[in-house]
């Protein structure tokens, strides 16, 4: 069974820093594109990153293009978000899936950026 456990949320000041992690098991792994994706109170979920499985390219939601890297660790089956200069917008829980959301999702982890 596929299982996604998001870690590296917590409270920072706006201009920040946080590292996010995402273990995830199963063969899947290797070969999918990974994603972030992120909800606010009130809001759907919606895509923040994602990187391929093969060549590792990423792609990035406008809002948080040139603050937020996403990378993974495909021998450690990790997939990381290193965000920078956090916004009060950035507020949300934040969860990893496949680029197209096609697991279960994790608990998610959250993020909550003081002004």
């Known amino acids: 069974q596929v299982q996604l456990v998001e870690s590296g949320g917590g409270l920072v000041q706006a201009g920040g820093s946080l590292r996010l992690s995402c273990a995830a098991s199963g063969r899947f792994f290797r070969a999918s594109d990974m994603g972030w994706f992120r909800q606010a109170p009130g809001k759907e979920r919606e895509f923040v990153a994602s990187i391929s499985g093969s060549r590792g390219s990423t792609s990035y939601t406008d809002s948080v293009k040139g603050r937020f890297t996403i990378s993974r660790d495909i021998a450690k089956n990790m997939v990381y978000l290193q965000m920078n200069n956090l916004e009060p917008e950035d507020t949300a829980v934040y969860y990893c899936?496949?680029?197209?959301?096609?697991?279960?999702w994790g608990q998610g982890t959250q993020v909550t950026v003081s002004s």
């Open positions: 899936n496949t680029k197209s959301a096609g697991e279960p």
